[in-house]
């Protein structure tokens, strides 16, 4: 391997998706101001929307997901919206 080309940062992190709770630790340098521990060790947390237990590819389910009511949003903000012609 070549020196000086990999970063410094490189640590053991726990990942969590949040969806369903699902945790694993793999080598990241992803930044995290969290951390949680883990079998009695401590590491950085890096909370994801979606992993491979959630997604609908993996898992086969499909999933809706309207976060902060957008679809709603969208629907309230052109309901009096015309079309010209």
Do not use: W
Request: aromatic share 14%; hydrophobic share 25%; with cysteine.
């Amino acid at each position: 391997m070549k020196k000086g080309i990999h970063p410094e940062n490189y640590r053991f992190v726990c990942f969590k998706d949040t969806s369903n709770g699902d945790q694993f630790i793999t080598r990241s340098t992803a930044p995290s101001k969290e951390t949680v521990e883990v079998d009695g060790t401590e590491y950085p947390l890096v909370k994801l929307e979606i992993s491979n237990t959630s997604h609908p590819f993996y898992t086969g389910k499909m999933k809706f997901v309207d976060t902060a009511g957008r679809v709603d949003k969208f629907y309230n903000k052109y309901k009096n919206f015309k079309k010209k012609q």
